[in-house]
């Protein structure tokens, strides 16, 4: 199968794939963000799903059904806090997306959307976790396993920064 990485701006509760991936945190239980306009979009019946899920450990992810979202799943997963960069913040990142892909894989999904997970209140540089993240995508792109990977800069200086780095790792988007 061939695998597009595509750049689609925007709010990432709109967009009709396989999966969203939600930047929640360790409790699961909704905050502000992505995570609270994920909950708000999905409903009620997500938060009662994510409470039985008894939290997520930072770098880890858990799968949950999307409710009245257009994506049948939400991914959940945890970035790190963007301390000094000397506190593995890379590894984690890279875990984050690097577990999201392993659920994708294991429910047979075919497509996945991604906000810029920790650049928000967790404020890791999003010009570093843009070439985390569109680093392992295109190592999972090789894998043909799925059909679409999608990125979500949610303004225009985020936007600037996942087409910066595409064209740095020489990615067609
Ligand atoms: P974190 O706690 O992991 O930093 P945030 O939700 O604060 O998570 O921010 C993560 C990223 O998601 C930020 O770049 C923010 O601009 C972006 N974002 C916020 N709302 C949305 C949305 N509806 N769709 C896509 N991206 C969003």
């Known amino acids: 199968m061939d695998t597009r990485i595509e750049i689609i701006p925007g709010d990432i ?6 999966a969203i991936v939600n930047a929640a945190n360790n409790s699961l239980l909704g905050g502000g963000g992505v995570d609270g306009a994920i909950h708000w979009a999905a409903g009620p019946e997500l938060l009662a799903e994510c409470r039985g899920l008894h939290g997520c450990e930072t770098g880890d992810a858990k799968l949950t059904k999307g409710y009245r979202l257009p994506a049948r799943y939400i991914i959940h997963t945890v970035g790190p806090v963007w301390h000094d960069g000397v506190r593995g913040e890379s590894e984690l990142l890279r875990s984050c997306y690097l577990n999201c892909f392993h659920l994708a894989r294991l ?18 540089p999003l010009l570093k976790a843009v070439r985390i993240a569109l680093s392992v995508a295109r190592d999972e792109a090789a894998r043909h396993y799925l059909q679409r990977i999608v990125f979500v800069p949610f303004n225009a200086e985020a936007l600037k920064v996942y087409k910066e780095v595409a064209a740095e790792l020489e990615l067609t988007v």
Do not use: N, R, W
């Not at 509760?13 to 396989?18: I, N, Y």
């Not at 497509?111 to 650049?119: G, L, T, V």
């Open 13 to 18: 509760t709109t967009l009709d794939v396989d």
């Open 107 to 124: 429910h047979d999904l075919k497509s996945i959307a991604f906000p810029a997970i920790s650049c928000g209140v967790y404020g890791y």
